[in-house]
């Protein structure tokens, strides 16, 4: 076969290139790889969830395989609520239609985990911080927290002077210029178009120390609900049944109180019906709470899970559970 000389070679060249310069424009073959969406906020392109009947929370800690293409519908409203990798401390983020709730901000070392996830989710303001009780691991965190986000107000259902922590919650408002301000049993919040309620119930009883006057928060948003118990033991959980009843207990999901270093007053814990508990601590540990978990066979989400975030959503149907990577 005879080579092509020089000439030759630079004819054909220049001829490819004015036919690919009349072809148009290359066709992409492939689409752009979209950009990542935030963690726990993946919206799928589908008509209607997919769990099983009767299904109202979707586990995904402890069963991952079961309702593996759960999603909610493009265009629901969620109520997310998110906690940082902590242990012996309380701090939830409530978001909501434009806006940020908190129960509880911990302590130092919380906070400071708490200051990574609130970086993460990209939240420059909280607008209401609802402190349960004025001990140490629910309320030392205030200006690491609004150093990260900054706080509106904060709302306190005991007076500051209580507690050394309390004592210094009013220096740090002061001094920051936040707002500070009461709330009481039996008050109600919502949030953005009112559809998410915050009710609180506190003991008053003056025989019962702080931890079993700790506020409840019970949150609701249509059909779901998770109930936030602070540090109420069980001589605190028996007084609240004997003056409220059992009724307004109902919960699918309790953060499951004092972090489980002890079991659950038994007619309280039947009032709930809970499906699952979130524990503020580490799994293994073998507190009483812990030991009382497993025998009660009631599930249990630990949040001391390192390099992770435990987060809740609901359209108000449904709920999923899932650990999200910190970034």
Request: one cysteine or more.
């Amino acid at each position: 076969m005879r080579k092509l000389g020089f000439a030759a070679v630079a004819i054909l060249a220049a001829v490819f290139l004015i036919l690919s310069a009349s072809a148009g424009p290359e066709e992409t073959v492939f689409p752009p790889t979209p950009e990542p969406a935030p963690a726990g906020r993946e919206m799928r392109p589908t008509p209607a969830p997919t769990a099983e009947p009767g299904t109202t929370v979707i586990d995904h800690v402890h069963s991952p395989g079961v309702c593996p293409d759960f999603y909610f519908p493009k265009g629901d409203k969620l109520l997310e609520i998110w906690m940082p990798n902590i242990k012996d401390a309380d701090e939830a983020i409530l978001m909501y239609d434009g806006q940020v709730y908190m129960i509880d901000c911990g302590d130092e070392r919380a906070a400071n985990r708490g200051a990574i996830l609130l970086k993460q989710l990209g939240i420059e303001k909280i607008d209401i911080l609802f402190n349960t009780h004025l001990h140490h691991d629910h309320i030392n965190g205030l200006e690491i927290t609004d150093d990260t986000a900054k706080v509106g107000e904060v709302r306190i259902c005991f007076s500051p002077d209580l507690t050394e922590s309390g004592l210094r919650l009013l220096r740090t408002t002061q001094e920051r210029n936040i707002p500070l301000k009461e709330y009481r049993d039996g008050d109600e919040y919502t949030m953005g178009d009112g559809e998410v309620k915050l009710l609180f119930l506190k003991n008053n009883e003056t025989y019962l120390d702080m931890n079993n006057q700790s506020a409840q928060t019970l949150v609701t948003y249509g059909e779901r609900s998770i109930l936030f118990m602070a540090d109420m033991e069980q001589a605190g959980q028996n007084a609240m049944i004997r003056r409220i009843g059992t009724d307004l207990l109902k919960c699918d999901i309790v953060k499951y109180p004092h972090h489980a270093k002890s079991d659950m007053s038994t007619p309280f814990f039947k009032a709930m019906e809970a499906k699952l508990a979130i524990v503020t601590s580490v799994e293994g540990r073998g507190d009483a709470g812990q030991v009382a978990l497993t025998k009660r066979k009631l599930p249990a989400v630990y949040t001391s899970v390192k390099g992770k975030f435990t987060h809740l959503v609901t359209n108000g149907k449904y709920w999923l559970v899932e650990q999200v990577p910190a970034q």
